[in-house]
């Protein structure tokens, strides 16, 4: 099942199920076009992963980390499906990156999971990107310049249930069209359950928080008007457009 948050005609949100390219909620169906698409959640964080990949950390000549790396990305950094993402001031003519990713979609409060029972708290999976200013980045420690800028998460267009979603799900990403990313869920060095337990031996998560899974290989630079695509297997495709402010 893949579930959708949108905004009817009315103006009120519901939460509907995607199927067959249609938006169905209340006994009515409505075409995805027609209606505003929202982010699938409203997650109080989103629990990013730094190279996740090997491929990826290699092309940063960066090594695979001894535990996952973590880092966030608070609520304003949440953009949905459709959306024109505005980069922040000043980053014209620096390097703004795309990072296609598998987003962990958590289910209830939990703390301390221990990672064969990981999965019972996901309650399914969406399509991030992790668009990074790149050149902040690498000036400060915490990266909030660099990372957690308003819009710096998109995700979406809806959350499949885990059933959906193959242990090898491809995961892609298109700008213009063109493919620039194609990995796999299954060349995570810490697959999602591991990283559940990681990260609630620190902190609690919350029904609605995200976990993005890191990104394969090939992230690159994003230019004003580029149109991107997410594509994670049995999810669907995540669309939006970056502009400068």
């Not at 809806?158 to 298109?174: G, K, N, S």
Request: contains cysteine; proline residues 8%.
């Amino acid at each position: 099942m893949k579930r959708v948050r949108f905004r009817d005609p009315s103006g009120a949100v519901r939460n509907g199920e995607w199927s067959d390219g249609r938006i169905e909620f209340g006994g009515r169906t409505y075409d995805p076009g027609a209606v505003d698409v929202l982010p699938p959640v409203e997650p109080s964080k989103v629990v990013c992963i730094g190279r996740n990949y090997a491929d990826h950390a290699a092309e940063h000549d960066a090594d695979v980390p001894d535990r996952p790396l973590l880092f966030l990305k608070g609520p304003n950094a949440v953009a949905g499906h459709g959306d024109a993402v505005e980069l922040p001031d000043g980053t014209a003519g620096k390097r703004v990156e795309h990072e296609a990713e598998l987003g962990a979609v958590i289910g209830e409060q939990c703390r301390h999971v221990p990672e064969d029972r990981a999965m019972d708290v996901v309650a399914g999976f969406t399509c991030v990107n992790d668009l990074s200013n790149r050149d902040d980045q690498r000036e400060e420690q915490n990266w909030i310049r660099g990372k957690a800028f308003d819009g710096a998460a998109p995700m979406g267009p809806v959350v499949a249930t885990p059933d959906e979603v193959p242990v090898d799900a491809a995961v892609r990403l298109r700008v213009n069209g063109e493919t620039k990313q194609d990995g796999s869920r299954a060349d995570m060095v810490f697959p999602v359950p591991e990283l559940v337990a990681e990260i609630t031996r620190f902190l609690t998560l919350e029904p609605g928080d995200v976990i993005a899974t890191g990104t394969p290989e090939d992230v690159g630079p994003l230019d004003d008007g580029d149109r991107v695509e997410v594509e994670v297997e049995g999810v669907g495709t995540l669309e939006h457009t970056v502009h400068l402010a």
